[in-house]
């Protein structure tokens, strides 16, 4: 079986650009969560979407959006990039909203 | 809103050595406790989880963690770590929709 699979596993932008990050839960699973991971810090909570519906927000600011699609998989926007927006982004999917998370291998952003 | 520290960011101990890690939470409601692991090179991946019940929990890999209520506290142990156990540990409390993870521990077992 398929885990979560994430889009793209690495990407370099410039600051100001925007970045677009895809998320395909594992088959079954109707929730997806947005994580973002600093280098020497734990994942920190940015959304999650249950049932095509966002449930949680983290406190990130409104730079960041995302969705989820009909199929249950996700796409996390970014816009007007900043330097600290370096980071590890990692989604997790799950069968319902507090059921236990499998995550992804995540997407490196570098904004340079 | 919950948040989870962890002590120790880095641990380097020998093979055979006995690993204990801490977590301690804070958090309101009803608490579900998790550890997660991350092996170099690889995704985050459960290790042991408690909702409710036995408040001594057991894992993959030998790994075992206690809830004790009256300490806020979800400490992970191992009796005899080995080589393969260097990783990163992440302990994580469950509320308002969301996971909040400790800062980590980098843990790493010398042959």
């Known amino acids: 079986d398929a885990g979560v699979t994430q889009s793209p596993t690495h990407l370099i932008k410039t600051r100001g650009q925007h970045v677009t990050l895809r998320c395909s839960p594992i088959?079954?699973?109707?929730?997806v969560s947005w994580y973002q991971q600093v280098l020497g810090q734990g994942p920190q909570f940015i959304f999650q979407?249950?049932?095509?519906?966002?449930?949680g927000r983290g406190n990130f600011p409104d730079r960041f959006s995302a969705r989820q699609f009909p199929n249950y998989s996700s796409e996390l926007n970014v816009n007007a990039l900043l330097l600290g927006d370096s980071a590890l982004y990692l989604c997790?999917?799950?069968?319902?909203?507090?059921?236990?998370?499998?995550f992804g291998s995540g997407t490196q952003l570098s904004v340079l | 809103a919950q948040s989870v520290s962890q002590h120790n960011h880095h641990v380097i101990l020998s093979e055979a050595a006995s690993l204990e890690l801490g977590c301690n939470y804070s958090?309101?409601?009803?608490?579900?406790l998790f550890w997660y692991v991350q092996y170099p090179g690889q995704h985050l991946q459960l290790l042991l989880k408690?909702?409710?019940?036995?408040?001594l929990v057991k894992g993959i890999k030998g790994f075992e963690a206690e809830f004790i209520k009256s300490k806020f506290s979800f400490n992970l142990r191992k009796p005899s770590v080995q080589w393969s156990d260097t990783a990163e540990y992440f302990c994580?409390?469950?509320?308002?929709?969301?996971?909040?993870f400790g800062k980590g521990n980098q843990v790493v077992v010398i042959p």
């Open positions: 979407y249950y049932e095509k519906e966002e449930r």
């Open positions: 408690y909702f409710s019940g036995d408040p």
């Open positions: 958090y309101g409601g009803t608490v579900n």
């Open positions: 994580a409390v469950y509320g308002n929709n969301r996971l909040a």
């Open positions: 997790a999917s799950s069968l319902a909203h507090n059921e236990k998370l499998f």
């Open positions: 088959s079954g699973h109707k929730s």
